[in-house]
T-cell receptor
Framework: EPEVTQTPSHQVTQMGQEVILRCVPISNHLYFYWYRQILGQKVEFLVSFYNNEISEKSEIFDDQFSVERPDGSNFTLKIRSTKLEDSAMYFC?????????????FGPGTRLTVL | KNQVEQSPQSLIILEGKNCTLQCNYTVSPFSNLRWYKQDTGRGPVSLTIMTFSENTKSNGRYTATLDADTKQSSLHITASQLSDSASYICVVSAKTDSWGKLQFGAGTQVVVTP
């Protein structure tokens, strides 16, 4: 069964460093998302992406964040200068459809630890 | 502000017993409500999706109900198994969030004991 994959599973970085989190969505899906979950808190929406551009982003997704689909398969989240509060689990999701009853399929997550 | 509230925060049940989890939401205008299961350290996995016109939806031993008038939903787990131990998250989508933005509840942590 097709699934969303994410790499790495765990990333440790120093404050101020750039990190790139990678995701491979399900191959025939058109809509892509990033969410984050700070330890012990709710999952929070970061950004949605369609047709090679951001379709919606939350207030969390500031100028330090960017997303890209560099080729036909990968979907990346870049944090330009990490802060301690960026430590969280980051989930990528993809969907064949948008809105309505679209079902989003989540990856296993990347645990980002900023020291 | 759009919110999704779940109760209880956690519960412990004996294997084979049933349990019901609650979700109240203020997300408006309502589009759909989903229940996800999230194992520790893993991504959420969809159990059910319900729109305004659907009152109940089952997926195996999981049955979700929706009352769009009172903005309440429940998830009933029948004959619980040890593998049901997980966080169960209520997730609501608004019609205005056409690009699939989901509003997550904090989840109910379920522990099934032998």
């Amino acid at each position: 069964e097709p699934e969303v994959t994410q790499t790495p599973s765990h990333q440790v970085t120093q404050m101020g460093q750039e990190v790139i989190l990678r995701c491979v969505p399900i191959s025939n899906h058109l809509y892509f998302y990033w969410y984050r979950q700070i330890l012990g808190q709710k999952v929070e929406f970061l950004v949605s992406f369609y047709n090679n551009e951001i379709s919606e982003k939350s207030e969390i997704f500031d100028d330090q964040f960017s997303v890209e689909r560099p080729d036909g398969s990968n979907f990346t989240l870049k944090i330009r200068s990490t802060k301690l509060e960026d430590s969280a689990m980051y989930f990528c999701a993809s969907s064949p459809l948008s809105g309505g009853r679209n079902e989003q399929f989540f990856g296993p997550g990347t645990r980002l630890t900023v020291l | 502000k759009n919110q999704v509230e779940q109760s209880p925060q956690s519960l412990i049940i004996l294997e084979g017993k049933n349990c019901t989890l609650q979700c109240n939401y203020t997300v408006s205008p309502f589009s759909n409500l989903r229940w996800y299961k999230q194992d520790t350290g893993r991504g959420p996995v969809s159990l059910t999706i319900m729109t305004f016109s659907e009152n109940t939806k089952s997926n195996g031993r999981y049955t979700a109900t929706l009352d769009a008038d009172t903005k309440q939903s429940s998830l009933h787990i029948t004959a619980s198994q040890l593998s049901d131990s997980a966080s169960y998250i209520c997730v609501v989508s608004a019609k205005t969030d056409s690009w699939g933005k989901l509003q997550f509840g904090a989840g109910t942590q379920v522990v099934v004991t032998p």
